[in-house]
Structure formats: structure tokens, C-alpha cells
């Protein structure tokens, strides 16, 4: 370069840049713009102060009148079914939060990570430029009403974000963003901060603050009765006694000895699945205890969704081979404890057939965004054939907002969806898949694209030579064993391809 239009032209250019970056970028604390992202512009999505009550400082977001007319636009891209209108959207304003969202879960969708990430970061840099000057979130004493639709994004930005963060091994900074969600509405917990922040601490090595808040919390809110943190508040003693190198006193029972059996004996059914989920064994006599060998289909609804949740989230902290050895001790004082007639195992299930009867809505909403399939199967038919927007998952019955979203005639067709096992299916993995736009390009022969029926006769196709295949492979055998389950299907990535090239 320098070569060809001299040092000075090069530097001048260079200069230039970093001048025209400079224009671009605002500094933010809870996300680093990129110098790829476009400028960060003022849509109207501003904060605003509610007042002082009991020494907490509530806000609330506002939608400007220019905001509302984006957002209108938004809402009318999400009736279309059709990702390339949100798409649109975005490309005349980069930092609209709930298109983000929606965009951000059609690259998830889509396998594309990095990008569902990176549109998170740029929804929290848009919320950050646009916090009142009061709004201190580090005193943990700023709070937001869930049940107002324009501070929602908010709080599933945050737990978006500190989920993807905590994918890349960044473990105390997902605790960080968990503290800052939970503190924004403790009491209701509208997102169920409390069902992640334990997972976040001990794989972030703070043992010694999930102790605190489990001690600090427990009198009123009753933690030891959820299985994460029966499970991670003993884990996280243990891992805290080792690094003091500090044993029990009198070589009595220490504390984490004692609240693991009581989890075991609370939550037997949980013992199997996790030592299933981590791929190990412990004493048969111990597993094969009638403690150990109640199914799991006979615990209540509510305490099944809890119990898969903790494992599928947290199996990784329990295969570290000293922490299996402790929790096999552990195992057998609860069998000798369970044959001495311990009343915890029968009087906790006597409870825990009224208390998880029935499943709060912020549970499902958790499990829903919390990207962990296996749990998202488990959950009742009323939530799987329900149609759920990705950019505000199970609205509160008490819902409220600033100003009136229109009704949209819907036309012909549009009510199939509700009614079409197969309609829902692809509203599932493309939430705003358009079946009657679809229809046409596939009836009139054009339209760029591959038609999503085609992509599924290749996926169904691919399933059943790879099943074949299996089969020839093991022919003549006796006891063949079940095949594997098949390489996840491109049936998303190439819709997804498709959608996002423009994005960004």
C-alpha cells in the first residue's frame, strides 16, 4: 500500500478511520461496542424515574412517539411471519431492542452463535445509553416493574447476555449479570434469576457468596426447598472447605455433609438422572437402594421440570472425581438414614405434592429461554402448542404498557397454525415462519429461496438413509443395539443462512 500511494496517503487514510470510528463509538460498562456496529443513534427509548419507595428507586423505559412507530412496524414484521421484515427493520434502525431479540433468536436457531450473541451486546449498549442518570444498577437498589411491556426486553437482554457469556467460560461475569436481574425484581423474580445463580457461582468460584446469599435469603424465601440449591449450596461448602483447607471441627459432621444428605433425601429421584447425565457410576448398593429407584414420573410436575432443569444445567459441577467420591459417602449415610425411618423423606414428599402441584408462569418462562431442549420437551402440552413470542416469552396476565397496540386482521389461513401439528412444528424452530408466504413460492415456482418442505424432505430423507444405513451395517447380527440419534439436521442452518445475510 505504502508502496503504491506513498506513507502519507496511507497514514492520512488511517487517520481517517480511527477519526470516523471515534464518531461511531459511546462508551457503555455492561457491553464494548464493536467498531463494526453502526453508530449508536437515539430511536426515543428513554428511562424514566417512578420514585423512592422503602429505600428502592423505581424507573421505568419509555417509548418515545418515533419509538412507538418503530415498534408498530415491529409488531406488524412479527404478523407476516417473515424474519426478512424484522431484518428490514434493522437495517434502518441497528439498535431497536426487541428486533434484536427476534433477530438474535433466529441466528440461535440458526446455529450462528456469535451473531445471536453479538446482537444481545448490541441491544444492552441501546438500553445502557438510554439509563437515567439515577439509575445506579451496582447499588442493587434500582428496581424494574416486570409487568410493564417496555422494561421486559430489558431483563431478557440481561439473561440472554449472561447466558452466552457464560457458553465462552466467562463464569463471574455471567454472575455479575445474574446479581444485576435478580436485584432489578427480587421479589417476583420474574425470570427466575434464583434457578441460574447458583450454576453461575460455583463455576465461577464464588463459593463463598451463594453460601451468604443461601444464609441471608433462606429464613424467607425458603431456598433449600428448590433443588439447584439443596444441591449447590452443599457443593459449594465442599469446594470452600477444600480451598481453605479447613475440615469439620471434632471430626463431627460438617455442614456440607449434612445439608447433601438432606438434598438426597428430599430429591432421591434427582440422584439417578444426574448420574446418568454425567455418565457415571457409584456402589450399586447404594444406587440400588429403594431410595434411589423411585421413578422420577412420580414426582410432581413442577418438582420434575425443577429437577431436569438442575441437572441439564449444573451435571458438569458434579464430575470432578473427588466431588463424586464425597457425594457416594454421602449417598450411603442417607440410605442408613432413609432405613433409620428419617422423617425428612417422608414429610418433604407429603409437601411436595401440594407445593409443586401447580408450576408459576415465571418457571416456564425461565425454562422457555433458557435454551435446554431436553427440559423445553418436558414441559406440558398447554406450553408446547402454545404459540410464544421470543421477544416477550409468557407476558404477565397483569401486563401493561405506555400505549395501545393495534388489531391486526389477520388473513385467510392464519388461524392454521393453532391447528397444525406440523405448522407449530416449524413455528418452533422458525418462530416467524410464514406457512402462506411459503405456499405461494412454492405454488407460483419463484421467489428466491429454498421452500421449507423441500428442506424437510431432505431432513426426513437424510433420517431415514442414516437409519438405514445403521441397520445394513449390523445386518446378521443378534441384539443389535439401538442406533445412536442422527447428526443434527441442516434443516435451520440453511433456512437461517438464508434470512441473515444482510444482518449486521
Known sequence: MRRIFGSKVVRGDQVRQKAHRKVHLRPTVLATPKDTWPKIEKLGLTMQQDGVRDWCQYFHFEHSPAYQKIQLRFWEAVDTFDPNSIAAILHAHPYHVDSLLQMSEVSRLGEDIQMASELIERALCSFESSFHTLFNYTQANCRLDYSRAENRSFFLTLFRHLSYISRRGCHRTALEFCKLLLALNPEKDPLCALLIIDYCAVRGGEYRFLIDLFHAWEPHRNLSQLPNFAFSVPLAMFHSQNREEKEGEGGGETEANKRLQDALLMFPCLL????????????????????????????????????????????????????????????????????????????????????YSRVPRNIYRHILISDLDRVVSALPPDMT???INSYDPLPPPDSTCGYERPQIQRGPGAGDVAENP???????????????????????????????????????????????????????????????????????????????????
Open 385 to 387: 402448542q402454545t404459540s
Open 422 to 504: 406440523l405448522l407449530l412444528l416449524l413455528r418452533s424452530l422458525l418462530p416467524n415462519y410464514n406457512h402462506m408466504a411459503e405456499g405461494g413460492r412454492q405454488q407460483g415456482g419463484g421467489g428466491g429461496g429454498v421452500g421449507i418442505g423441500a428442506m424437510i424432505h431432505r431432513h426426513v430423507d437424510r433420517v431415514r438413509q442414516y437409519y438405514e444405513d445403521y441397520y445394513a451395517q449390523h445386518e446378521g447380527e443378534e441384539n443389535v443395539p439401538l442406533p445412536p440419534p442422527p447428526p443434527p439436521a441442516d434443516l435451520r442452518r440453511e433456512r437461517m443462512r438464508e434470512l441473515l445475510g444482510g444482518v449486521g
Open 272 to 355: 439417578p438422572i444426574l448420574l446418568d447425565k454425567c455418565g457415571v457410576t457409584l456402589d450399586p448398593a447404594v444406587t440400588s437402594h429403594s431410595l434411589f429407584t423411585q421413578p422420577i414420573e412420580r414426582e410432581p410436575n413442577g418438582l420434575k421440570l425443577l429437577m431436569k432443569l438442575y441437572v441439564e444445567r449444573s451435571h458438569s459441577l458434579w464430575k470432578e472425581p473427588e466431588v463424586l467420591t464425597w457425594l457416594e459417602a454421602n449417598c450411603r449415610v442417607a440410605v442408613a438414614r432413609a432405613n433409620d425411618k428419617d422423617p425428612l423423606n417422608t414429610d418433604f414428599r407429603a409437601k411436595a405434592v401440594k407445593r
